[in-house]
């Protein structure tokens, strides 16, 4: 008994960790993504740069929040167990 | 897990001085900046404004300067290529007029002296006429009152005519 | 030469902050026990205190708490150090509890699942290391702002100087990149409470930044981003005009029976309340998790000494040094991107309120 609440503790820790990076890989992707097409854009029109910019940090910034989500739900099934 | 529960002390205190500093800045603050920003951005671009008109205003009167400048020195070419054209043209009279009558007198000189010549000339003719027909009359005066050369001349005219 | 120059400072900088508040934090450990755990001093660290360390110094705060309706303090948190009890308090891990007779904490039950002791609590109210923080920021930023709006009364018209020259740039940018693209006419509303807001979050970052000080955590704290996620929500429904509210009650080019299943209304509702909550999360796991990378770089040194004696904590101390400082300049963009990505946000937010539909799309 005792060696399974260890063994399921340690499952659950080791699922957090496994979801956090996932869910860093899906943000690595998608921020990766977003700054690609945005450099690409702006070397092609570098007169509107200014605007591609500001929509690139706003659309990093959403990907970011939906990892976030996932980092912290991460955190609490870590810190829960 | 204390990570993510927030403390109900730390969210009045935060509120508290958050809400404080937002209205006393709005009050004191922002507004002012944000009206001083706008007037300052204002003044400049009418400043802007106006130099940009005052530029224009600047190189049209510049132009008309220039179209004043171009205009008067262009009269002035003009008078002075008729004053010169205008002396060309006396000059050119003068020395016209100077030889044509130079022309004259010389034409009319030549005439006079022709005719002086002429006159002189056909007085001598008459004199030379005169003077021989009295030496004619003296010489045939004086050979006919000797009857023997009367003679002798009818006889040497006679052989003369013979021998021809 | 002025680059080495810095270059030199900026590292003695992080290595004297680094040992010296890890000094002070191995000792707040209640000093049980010589093991360094990287994880407990690293939460330790990015968690609200109720002292200031600077160096060795401790800065004892006051402590207020709200028991049953009435006030009790303020008093020193040096009352309640090392265990001790006062007034029938005592704090375990920076948490106030009551405290019996012998000094320890009043047990309530016990709870079903874990077995583990339930305590409770008075409300803490008190002044602690994170208020500090927040009073700081908002007097620097009175300061700041008072003198910038006299030197505008002063040089009415004119060129801007000194700190007035300074914050124009970053006043100027907050109206003319965030507030006017992304709200529109009636920008002009809410502009008083994004410059407050994207001035509070810039500075009070910045302040986590800087070493010596204490180590604040001003913004990665939860509550204090919920705060600020939580007006920005308030002033989001309060503008929020007449098709505003339609497109989140009865969505306009979706089929009716979404609408009238209540189908649309809740995934409308969910994203109308998820936009604080994730407001909320990303300011506040952004600056937390640069306070744990940076702690989590210098705790290498300490691990290292552990494992392999002084020589591997030498070794290892130079990389995470260089790190370190890697991750402080990244952390100084960061501060200023988090202030402008929550400051952008809430601007968007407003903006969608306000915006008047071209009907129908």
Redesign the interface.
Known sequence: MELLTILLDGIAQMGAGIGAGIAVIGAGLGIGRIGGSALESMARQPEVSGDIRANMIVAAALVEGAAFFGIIVCLLIALAG | ???????????????L??????F???K???????S??K??ED?IERSLKSAEEAKALMSSLKAENENLLAEARAEREAILKEAKEMKEKILADAKLTASEEGNRMIAAARGEIEKEKNQALSDIKKQVGEISLEIAERVIKKELSDKGAQEALVEKHLSAAQSN | MNNTKATFLALALVILTSFSSFASGGHDNHGEAEKFVPGDVIIHHVLDNHEIHIGNFHIPLPIILWDNGKLVGPFSSSNLSHGNSYLGYVMDHEKIYYADETGSKVILGYDEKTKEPIHSKPLDFSITKSVVGIFITSILMLLMFFAVSKGYKKRAGQAPKGIQSALEPLIVFVRDEVAKPSIGKKYEKFMPYLLTVFFFIWIANLLGLIPFIGGFNVTGNIAVALVLAFITFLITAFSGNKDYWLHIFWTPGVPVWLKATGLMILIEFIGFVSKPIVLTLRLFANITAGHIIILSFVSLIFIFNNMYGAGGGFGVSLVSVIFSIFMFCIELLVAFLQAYVFTLLSALYFGSAVEEHAHEH
């Open positions: 897990m204390e990570l993510l529960t927030p403390n109900i002390g730390l969210v009045f205190w935060m509120s001085a958050f809400l404080v500093v937002l006393v800045l709005r004191f603050a922002w507004s002012g900046i944000i001083a920003l007037e300052r003044f």
